[in-house]
Each structure stands twice: as C-alpha cells, then as structure tokens.
C-alpha cells in the first residue's frame, strides 16, 4: 500500500527527515516511537504534504502512485488521512457539514455521487455509535470549544467516516486521559480491517497496549534506527531510548 | 422551476408600466445641478407643487453642504456638474447575443447558478420570450391589494397616495440631513414605496426584483415604507447577480418608519461592480438608510451583505423612540483589490428599555480596506436601554485592513452597553486541514468565510441566504494563493 524510499525532507533548510525506508501493507498496523525531535510528526506531516516541508531526496508510493507530486487534498481523495495532534478550530462552520463536504468531495473524486441527506445522517449516526462520539459535539462548529479529549475523538470520528485507505495517528494519545485513551483505542480497533492500514506515532508505550501494533519502530535523527514486532515497544518502555541511541551513533561511526 | 424562473424574468424584464419611463423614452436632461434641471424632472414626473418646493429645498440645502472630512479613505472628486440627473432608462439592449459579453462576467453568472434567460437579461442581452406574464403579475398585485398592502414605484406612489408620501418623505432622513441625502432629495429619480395597514403581515417577501427593471435601477433611488401598527414586513434590496451600471456615483436614501407594534426586516445584498483590478471605474455608493420606530415594541432590522462597489459608505441606523423598541444591523463587508468599504450603523436609544444588537463581520483581502463605523447614542430618557454590539474582523493576505471606529455615548447611567471585537487571519493551518480532509483550498476558505460569516446569513431569508453564501465564495474566489 505504501512505500517509503530513502526519503529526505527539510524545513527551512534544516534537515529533518534523513532517509527513511518504510514499507506498509494492507491490514497492517504500524506504531513509530521515538524520543522528541526525532522526526515523527515530521514524517506524518510529509506523508499529508504540508506546504512548509520540502522533500530533497527519495520517493513515496502509495497504491501504486507517487505521493509526493499530489497536492494534499488529492492525497485525502486517494486515501490518506491524517488525524492531526493540534486539531484546529473553524468558528461557524458545523462539524456534520464540514464531513459532509468532506465526503463529497471524495466520493466526487471517486466518480460516486455525493449520499443524499438520509444516508449521509444514517451513516454519521452509525459511525458516532462506532467510535462513541458524542452526538452534541456532531452538530457544533468544528472543534471550536472542544476539549483537548473531544478534538482527539472528532478526528477518530472523521476518520470513521471518511473511511480512508491509510490512516496517520500523529499523537493521537497525547494529552488523553485513561478513560478518553480507551474510547480512542477502542474506535480504532473497530476501523481495522483487512483493506486498511494505521501509522501511528506515539511517545509511549500506552496506547499501543489498546491497539496492538504489527510492527514498531524506532525513529531517531531522521532516521528509522530500529523495526520490531511489539516486544520492541515494551523494551523501549523498560529501558527508554538512550541505548538506541548509542547504538546508532556506533553504527554512524562504523560507516564513516 | 424553469418556467417560476421565467415569470420572474419576464416581469424584471418588462417594460416599465407605471409612471414616466414610456412615453418620455427618449429624453435626456442635460447635464449639471440647477434649480432648472430639478424643476424639469418634477414636470416630466408631473409631481405636484409640494414636492417640487421639498426638492427645491434640498438643493439649497445641497449649496450649502460641504463634504465630509471624516471618513477613513480618500474622498475622489466628483464633479455633480458633468453628471446627468434625468435620463430615461436604454431601451436599447447592448447586445444581441451572449457571444458578445465579457466571458468572466458569464463565468460569475454560471457559478451562482443563474439561468440563461435571466443571464441575458442581467448582461444587458435582448431577451425574447413569448411568454404571458400578466396574469402571473397580476395573481401577485392581486394578493397584495386584497390586504390593502401599496407597493408601488415612488413615483407612482406620489400620484396615487400623495398623503402618505407627503406626510413620511423627509421624516426619517431630512433633507438636509448630509450633502448625498440632499442631492437625492433634489433629484431623486425614482424608487420603492411600501405601506402596510394595520395589523397585516405582509405574506411574501417584497422585493425590487418584481417591481423594477433591474437594469434601471437608478442614480438616486429613493425608498420609503411605512409599516403601520402591529404590521409586518420582509423587505430585500439588490440581488446577487453582478449589476454593471455606467453610473459611478450612487447615492440612494432609504426611510423606514415602524409604528407601534410594527415590525420592519430591510436586506441587502449589493454586488454592484467594484472597479478593475486597480479600482477604476467601480461604482461609489453612498447611501443613506435610517428607520424610526416611532412607536412602543417597534423593530426594525437591517441585514446587509455588501461585496459590491468601488466604495461603500453607509449607515443603516435605528432611532428608537418608542419604549421597548428594538434595533438590530446585522452586516458582511467584502472587500478585495482596492475596494473600500467604511460602513457600520447607527443605534439612538431615545425610549425606555429600548435594545439595539450590532453584528458587524468585515472581510478584506487583497489590498481592501475595510471599515466599521458604529454609534451607539443613549439619551437620557432611555432607562435600562441595551446595546450589543460585536464586530469582527478576517483578513486574508497581508496588504488588506480593517479598522474599527465604535462610538458610544451615554446620557443614561441605567444603561447597558457591551462592545466586543476582534480581529483574526484565515490561517494557512485551517486551510490545510480541511485540504487534509479532501476539501481543496478555494472551497476550504469559501467554507470558513461562510462559517465566519454564519451569524449575519442566518438572518437573511432562506432563499436569499443561500445566493449570499455563494456569491462570498464567488467573491472571494483567488484571494488566498
């Protein structure tokens, strides 16, 4: 579904992605950890194409096509959808209506005519009781007054209903509490399927005790320094990062 | 629908019925501002004497006028001797054919969704349809007259109710009220009257669109109505659809009086050509718009959405005279290249337990430059009299401004008055989220435009809010790179 090809990026004019190779098939579920400033959020950012981030050198494949030469809402029609850390706030325009554009667009893209109102409501009711999302927060603007957890749990609900191919949880954990973390973790698990994958980058151990990753890895300086199955996750969580850290630096060493 | 969209052609493409414009089809007045000229018009209007002495007194009050120094742009010059004040509508369309109008102005028309027939008749196109509308307009007249409801031309209005005009003309905007209000005293050409009897509530929304050729929409176009007691009426003014008129200067004056218990909703959507790229050649409307509630529990509610003209500069105020009146003003100002809007309301609390709400949201982008103007003016005599007022402000782009000059005075210390503002950018964060969710960018700011905007939409009437919210993404459309 998607691979990842030595892939450099900077930001302005400092190196922030140093060569990264990442292959991820359908059905799978992939967790990328590491400590701060390693480069995750980065990746994701990449992989949605924000305007700020320019790629110098490698390539991406998703489902057979290159990425990088979409613009970001082609990405999303194709199927890539990124659940953001911050969500943002747009005063006035009303979450449902916000995914009913959203749909349509995507569906338009994909030569379907956009769901009349019955089943587009039918389909939000569904995937609210999916997800448990809040049926209040469904008809407020979107994410303006949320709490932290009910932004986190809109971008779930969005991704439920979006239905895309490949979904990035940047951080998705932080700032949840034990009780919001669960809901998250649970409408996630739902999502899974055999025709989609997950990237999720997380700092900790956690969240990926609620969703169990197929393989873990470790990104440090740019680079992917460690993959494993999710024994990695819970040594990282034994003995923090610092080991990897020497560890690439000796390998750094080696090579030169 | 197709063929509810025909009637409604048909009837704004009509010749004009009433009053003056068939049978003096070819005059011309020749141009310039003199006691001549304006006695000219009156004859041609065949206006009683009256009318011609209130005109007459506006242009002296005219001489004695000078323009303002205080609004926040450059004043162009005007020279009010080159203009023509009498001239009787083109009854010559300028073209044959769509094939010969400007394609970008087409392209607007297609966006908003605007039918063909009507596409050639707001571009100026000959339009022949072998159609018979009499009955359809009559149905309308019909229904109206039925509740005593006179809508009519202003003209026709003086001839067939000279009492009520005689009594209310002049009433809420005197004509010495400001250099524009007197120049249109002197030479209003025409206009809108409306009266509605007691206690009836009018049952459809009144609109120009029925009533005028929309071509000939006027220079100085002078609107009264008067809703008596425990009346109701929805009024709305200008349309959507692009208006290119080869009048630069407009300067309208609108009256309104509520009586008791009565009830007035005036909406604009104004979308008169803004000039090129540069600003030249757009239109400078200078309107004045001023209701009364003269009587107790009277309301009266302005919505406006502007994204038209070169320069906007307008106040639709309220005075509120009556005890428990109430005032509203709700507004979206547009501006983009080099259009300029200073624009924003004026509330006077005279009554007791009077309340005023002020919703202003200005959009500017490009190198727009947008103004809100407010006073909020408590007599002594208004105890426990509120005012709300809020007033926004998006830029998009960094060449755009927007400026904010609210005036409260209070003579009243039972008063309340809440003011609150801000000012925000459509961030590049905002647009790539909704990018990240397939939404591409010029739809992504038509969708937050439309949210910003949402309040003031909210108040217009169904139909005419959905063309509004097109027309600011069509507005808007390119602003953000």
Not at chain 1, 181 to 196: A, D, F, M, P, Y
Not at chain 2, 17 to 22: L, Q, Y
Request: charged share 25%; proline share 3%; net charge negative.
């Amino acid at each position: 579904m998607l691979i990842i090809k030595n892939l450099h990026a900077e930001v302005e004019g400092k190196q922030i992605l140093k060569g990264i190779d990442l292959t991820v098939n359908a059905g799978e579920v992939h967790a990328i950890m590491g400590p701060n400033g390693s480069g995750k959020s980065s990746l994701a950012a990449v992989l949605a194409g924000r305007e700020n981030y320019e790629v110098t050198e490698g390539k991406v494949i998703f489902e057979g096509k290159d990425l990088l030469g979409m613009a970001p809402e082609v990405r999303a029609r194709e199927g890539v959808f990124l659940a953001f850390q911050y969500p943002i706030e747009i005063p006035g325009v009303s979450n449902i209506n916000f995914l009913k554009t959203a749909l349509a667009e995507i569906r338009a893209y994909k030569n379907l005519s956009p769901l009349d109102a019955k089943e587009f409501l039918q389909l939000s009711r569904e995937k609210q009781k999916l997800v448990e999302f809040d049926a209040k927060l469904v008809n407020r603007s979107l994410n303006e007054g949320f709490s932290g957890g009910e932004k986190k749990r809109n971008e779930i609900f969005q991704l439920a209903m979006l239905e895309p191919s490949l979904a990035i949880l940047d951080e998705t954990d932080s700032g949840l509490d034990i009780d919001a973390l669960r809901i998250v973790s649970k409408g996630v698990n739902q999502l899974r399927s055999e025709k989609n994958a997950f990237i999720i980058i997380t700092h900790y151990q956690r969240l990926l005790e609620y969703i169990v990753p197929d393989f873990v890895h470790v990104l440090y300086d740019g680079r992917i320094v460690k993959s494993g199955t999710k024994e990695l996750a819970l040594e990282l969580e034994e003995k923090g990062y610092d080991w990897l850290k020497e560890e690439a630096r000796e390998k750094e060493v080696s090579t030169t | 629908m197709a063929n509810d969209n025909e009637i409604i052609d048909n009837i704004a493409n009509k010749e004009y019925e009433f009053g003056f414009v068939t049978d003096i089809e070819m005059d011309v007045a020749p141009a310039g501002l003199n006691e001549d000229t304006i006695r000219y018009i009156s004859e041609k209007k065949r206006e009683p004497e009256w009318l011609l002495e209130w005109r007459l007194k506006g242009l002296q009050a005219f001489g004695r006028q000078k323009l303002p120094d205080w609004q926040n742009f450059e004043l162009p010059a005007i020279d009010f001797q080159k203009i023509s004040y009498y001239a009787a509508p083109k009854s010559k369309k300028k073209y044959d054919s769509l094939d010969q109008v400007d394609p970008e102005l087409l392209a607007t028309f297609e966006k908003l969704g605007i039918p063909l027939s009507e596409q050639k008749a707001l571009a100026g196109v000959a339009v022949d349809i072998v159609f018979d509308s009499v009955s359809v307009k009559t149905t309308y007249k019909e229904k109206l007259k039925e509740l005593g409801i006179i809508f009519c031309s202003f003209g026709e209005a003086v001839q067939e109710h000279p009492e009520l005009v005689k009594k209310y003309v002049g009433s809420v905007v005197p004509y010495s009220d400001n250099i524009f209000a007197a120049l249109n005293a002197a030479a209003f050409s025409d206009g809108s009257f409306v009266y509605i009897p007691k206690g009836v509530r009018c049952p459809m929304e009144l609109s120009t669109y029925f009533r005028i050729n929309t071509e000939n929409t006027g220079q100085f176009e002078r609107t009264l109505i008067i809703a008596d007691e425990g009346s109701y009426v929805s009024y709305l003014e200008g349309c959507t659809a692009p208006m290119r008129d080869e009048n630069q200067l407009h300067a309208a004056v609108v009256e309104l009086i509520a009586l008791e218990n009565a009830e007035i909703k005036y909406s604009t959507v104004q979308n008169w050509y803004p000039g090129d790229k540069e600003g030249k050649g757009g239109i400078y409307n200078f309107v004045t718009k001023r209701g009364i509630c003269k009587g107790a529990n009277a309301k009266i509610s302005w919505t406006q959405v502007e994204t038209g003209s070169a320069i906007t500069w307008k106040y639709p105020s309220v005075i509120l005279q009556g005890d428990h009146s109430t005032g509203e003003f709700y507004s979206v100002a547009v501006t983009r290249n080099k259009q300029i809007a200073d624009t924003g309301t004026k509330m006077h609390h005279i009554g007791r337990n009077t309340r005023s709400r002020i919703i202003s949201k200005g959009i500017s982008a490009g190198q727009g430059q947008n103004s809100y103007r407010g006073l909020v003016q408590i007599g002594p005599k208004a105890d426990e009299a509120r005012n709300f007022t809020q007033c926004d402000s998006l830029l998009i782009g960094d060449r755009c401004g927007a400026h904010t000059f609210p005036y409260i005075e209070s003579k009243n210390n039972t008063a309340t008055v809440e003011h609150e503002a801000t000012t925000s950018k459509i961030g590049e964060d905002q647009i790539f989220y909704l990018n990240q969710r397939g939404i591409d960018s010029e739809k992504a700011v038509a969708l937050i435009i439309n949210g910003y905007a949402r309040e003031v939409l909210n108040q217009l009437p169904m139909e005419f809010a959905v063309e509004a919210q097109k027309l600011l993404s069509i507005t808007l459309e390119g602003s953000v790179g």
